[in-house]
């Protein structure tokens, strides 16, 4: 069966400092991948999605980024972390027409 | 662009009441429609869905319904339990390339014993 791991859980980082999230998924091949992030009491912001190795697709402008260096590996990251950051990140995947699964999420906290 | 809208709540219920989330939604074509519910601290998982008009999907007491007609996908469920407490979002799945989802903002439910 297909499962997708995020990490890590929880971070706590200052402003000005770098980021990098890993979300990996298991057991599927060639899936798209996508990036949310979760205000605190808002809904989902699609930040980037993957349709294939090196294959980025932005939706907002932003001072993060993403890369997929390998066909189940998706990072996001940022060169400098904005108190607007802080958020929950969700990595999620689905084949190709099919149901959208979601990771357990890293909560990231900007200070 | 497509868009989902969603009652925003909190909902509070008292255990054992009827529930019904509203979800009406604006898309080209014929999008496959989903719920997913969110427990505290957790990723979303997937509730339901349907993938044509007419369809009902259902899962663990809940249903909803695809209604090309109104464009909805409401949210049902007899008799609320205190494990429902959670966030619900609806959702549809674009056609296309990248076939993205798109999420409405999510409906707080808090069920009190």
């Known amino acids: 069966s297909q499962t997708i791991h995020q990490w890590p859980a929880t971070l706590v980082q200052p402003v000005g400092s770098p980021l990098s999230l890993e979300c990996t998924v298991e057991?599927?091949?060639?899936?798209?991948l996508y990036w949310y992030r979760q205000a605190a009491g808002r809904g989902l912001q699609l930040l980037f999605y993957?349709?294939?190795?090196?294959?980025i697709s932005s939706e907002v402008p932003q001072n993060l980024s993403a890369s997929r260096p390998q066909d189940r590996q998706f990072i996001l990251s940022s060169k400098k972390l904005l108190l607007s950051d802080s958020g929950f990140y969700l990595c999620?995947?689905?084949?190709?027409?099919?149901?959208?699964?979601f990771g357990p999420g890293t909560r990231l906290l900007v200070l | 662009g497509n868009s989902v809208t969603q009652m925003e709540g909190p909902v509070t219920l008292s255990e054992e009441a009827f529930l019904t989330i509203n979800c009406t939604y604006t898309?080209?074509?014929?999008?496959?429609l989903f719920w997913y519910v969110q427990y505290p601290g957790e990723g979303l998982q997937l509730l339901l869905k349907?993938?044509?008009?007419?369809d009902k999907g259902s899962n663990k007491g809940f249903e909803a319904t695809y209604r090309k007609e109104t464009t909805s996908f409401h949210l049902e469920k007899g008799s609320v339990q205190v494990s429902d407490s959670a966030v619900y979002f609806c959702?549809?799945?674009?056609?296309?390339?990248?076939?993205?989802?798109?999420f409405g903002p999510g409906t707080r439910l808090s069920v009190l014993p």
């Open positions: 993957s349709v294939g190795i090196g294959q």
């Open positions: 898309a080209t074509g014929y999008p496959s």
């Open positions: 057991g599927t091949s060639n899936p798209n």
């Open positions: 999620a995947w689905s084949s190709r027409g099919k149901t959208q699964y």
């Open positions: 349907a993938t044509k008009a007419d």
């Open positions: 959702a549809l799945r674009e056609e296309g390339y990248g076939q993205n989802f798109v």
